[in-house]
């Protein structure tokens, strides 16, 4: 059985920082390429940032440039999204996600918001 657990989010002043995590089981991780998305109240599902299966290609949404970063780890089987000088903006549900060709899984999703 295919599983995608993120952890990490919660709740932070603007301008703080947070760090998420994927921890994925039933598929081998190092094959499939791993992506953040997020939806926000009200808004479209949109992806935050994507990394190659060896973690040496990164992409990022222009929202996040410069603030976020994405990373793996293939020996822990773990995706990482940190996220640096949050803004109210940021406040979502993110989905961690991983896709190999036609094959793609989900994460349940772990709320963040940013707020005063």
């Known amino acids: 059985q295919v599983q995608l657990v993120e952890s990490g989010g919660g709740f932070v002043q603007p301008g703080g920082s947070l760090r998420l995590s994927c921890a994925v089981s039933g598929i081998t991780f190092s094959g499939y390429v791993m992506s953040w998305y997020r939806q926000g109240p009200g808004k479209e599902r949109e992806l935050v940032a994507r990394?190659?299966?060896?973690?040496?290609?990164?992409d990022y949404a222009d929202s996040v440039k410069g603030r976020f970063t994405i990373s793996r780890d293939n020996a822990k089987n773990t995706a990482y999204l940190q996220m640096n000088s949050l803004k109210p903006d940021d406040t979502a549900v993110y989905y961690c996600n991983a896709q190999l060709l036609q094959s793609m899984y989900w994460g349940q999703g772990t709320q963040v918001t940013v707020s005063s």
């Open positions: 990394i190659t299966t060896t973690g040496r290609k990164t």
